[in-house]
């Protein structure tokens, strides 16, 4: 039965009724708070059990409670946490398999990937909150391999659809997480927009992996949606074949998490939506992610941030970013208006929305995390 609150908008919201109250940052009147999200709103506030109590139907002392809301487009959104590392892996087997048919037709998972859960270390100073334009980066690429490579902006920019993972309890240096307790470390979950150029990334990438086709910016939504509210949503993890070893076993719940990629052009009035995929099709969950981090000692901190990687399903129309989506800029996406993409181009704006839905239970949402490109 759905819960009710006396805050009216919060009944029947998409995205933060009652039973959601996701956290985050933001600034009014020049001050910066800690809050939740409810309904149309923001309320001042610290706890989320306290703050529940106080916005149930049945709930005392309202007038004081109504003091402390916030119309959500008065305030301005920060990054909900102070985010001191971020690791970003590459959870699904369905965009692995895809990314490295590309590239290897014959073999194109290669053959770690069903026993290590493969991430690297990316760049938290660039993480942006939802809504901060970046600018095209520029770097070395290499076209023709018969000639230098040359520098200049990017010219195959690209979006990836992922989950990330808010910290919310560390672990102490040289101490592993063990997987039945990986859970009681996460503050909650949130959107991740990890940008990449992929002309960039081609050459660079071997032998070291990512670096500056993915520091450039990673946009992150601004609320941490909490497991509790998560639960309803918990679906069981895909069986792994061959079985995983025993400190990633068992594997954990997954969550079934509904994710859209929206796109405007300069062009276009409206956005169009581009994929939907669901966080439940990952290989490996949030808890063996964080297992297999801290397995070799690794010490998380409160604010750390891990991403999923890109999110993608079975079909065309569930892969969570451009490389896949247009197979590589060779199936262009068709557009309003007449226009095509094959990968980003100046004045696109991405829009990601994630929600969780089921027969029986409240919807819920992580609200969006958009981000512009400029020149």
Same mark, same amino acid.
């Given at each position: ?205 071997? /032998?070291?992996? @990512?670096? $500056? =086709?993915?520091?450039? &910016? ?6 941490? #949606?909490? *497991? ?14 061959? /079985?995983?070893? @025993?400190? $990633? =076993?068992?594997?954990? &719940? ?6 859209? #990629?929206? *796109? ?112």
């Amino acid at each position: 039965m759905a819960l009710t609150s006396w805050v009216e908008s919060a009944n029947g919201h998409p995205d933060f009724p009652l039973e959601n109250l996701p956290r985050g940052r933001f600034r009014y009147q020049g001050d910066v708070y800690t809050g939740f999200a409810i309904g149309d709103f923001v309320l001042v506030g610290e706890e989320r059990s306290v703050a529940l109590a106080q916005l149930r139907e049945d709930a005392e002392e309202r007038e004081y409670t109504a003091q402390r809301l916030i119309a959500r487009n008065e305030v301005e959104m920060l990054l909900p946490c102070d985010i001191g590392d971020y690791t970003d892996f590459y959870a699904s087997i369905h965009h692995a398999t895809n990314v490295g048919s590309m590239f290897r037709p014959d073999n194109p998972l290669l053959p770690n990937y069903k026993w290590v859960p493969i991430g690297y270390h990316g760049r938290a100073s660039s993480i942006v909150v939802s809504g901060t334009p970046f600018r095209r980066p520029r770097g070395q690429t290499r076209d023709d391999p018969n000639q230098p490579p040359a520098f200049g902006p990017s010219k195959r920019l690209d979006y990836e659809m992922e989950v990330g993972v808010i910290i919310g309890k560390g672990n102490v240096l040289g101490e592993p997480i063990p997987i039945a307790a990986a859970e009681e470390h996460i503050a909650g979950l949130c959107l991740v927009n990890d940008w990449s150029a992929r002309d960039i990334q081609t050459w660079e990438y071997q /032998p070291l992996g @990512p670096f $500056l =086709s993915k520091n450039f &910016a990673t946009s992150i939504s601004p609320w941490i #949606v909490s *497991l509790d509210a998560l639960a309803p949503f918990r679906a069981e993890a895909p069986e792994h074949d061959p /079985p995983a070893l @025993p400190y $990633l =076993s068992p594997p954990g &719940a997954a969550y079934d998490i509904t994710l859209e #990629v929206w *796109l405007r052009s300069a062009k276009m009035r409206e956005p169009v939506m581009i994929s939907r995929g669901n966080f439940r099709d990952m290989y490996w969950t949030i808890s063996q992610l964080i297992a297999h981090h801290a397995s070799n000692g690794c010490n998380l901190r409160v604010g750390d941030l891990l991403a999923s990687g890109t999110v993608s399903g079975t079909t065309k129309e569930s892969r969570g970013c451009l490389l896949e989506r247009t197979w590589r800029g060779t199936e262009p996406i068709e557009l309003p208006a007449g226009e095509q993409r094959r990968f980003l181009e100046d004045g696109d704006e991405v829009i990601m929305r994630g929600y969780c839905e089921r027969e029986g239970a409240t919807r819920i949402g992580f609200g969006e995390c958009r981000g512009t490109v400029l020149p």
